[in-house]
């Protein structure tokens, strides 16, 4: 069981930068392939990232490439998602999640291949 908790969400200008970060119980972490999801209002949930367990294996959702990095810090069981040049389209309310299965190029943008969700944090990028 791996218990996620993201944070770093917040307001910011459009053209500004946020760092979020999901922190992961348990000694496994460095076995998950980690992803990150946002969820606007009256909109689905849409894959954003996702990071494979060495860290060597990225993918981005073409809205974000180029201006969002996904990263882990293994020692600190905690998965990052740099976002710069911020767009109000941006905003959402973003989840890390956690999968057990291995990384997958063509799996990995499906939130059903993620067995654990973080809480959500809410990122508003104003105009």
């Known amino acids: 069981q791996v218990q996620l908790v993201e944070s770093g969400g917040g307001l910011v200008q459009a053209g500004g930068s946020l760092r979020l970060s999901c922190a992961a119980s348990?000694?496994?972490?460095?076995?998950?392939?980690m992803g990150w999801f946002r969820q606007a209002p009256g909109k689905e949930r849409e894959f954003v990232a996702a990071?494979?367990?060495?860290?060597?294996?990225?993918h981005y959702a073409d809205s974000v490439k180029g201006r969002f990095t996904a990263s882990t810090d293994n020692a600190k069981r905690t998965a990052y998602l740099q976002m710069i040049s911020l767009k109000p389209e941006d905003t959402a309310v973003y989840y890390c999640?956690?999968?057990?299965?291995?990384?997958?190029?063509?799996?990995?943008?499906?939130?059903?291949?993620?067995?654990?969700w973080g809480q959500g944090t809410q990122v508003t990028v104003s105009s």
């Open positions: 999640a956690a999968s057990r299965t291995s990384w997958l190029y063509s799996q990995v943008a499906k939130s059903s291949q993620y067995d654990y």
């Open positions: 348990g000694r496994t972490f460095s076995t998950y392939v």
């Open positions: 990071i494979g367990r060495t860290g060597t294996s990225t």
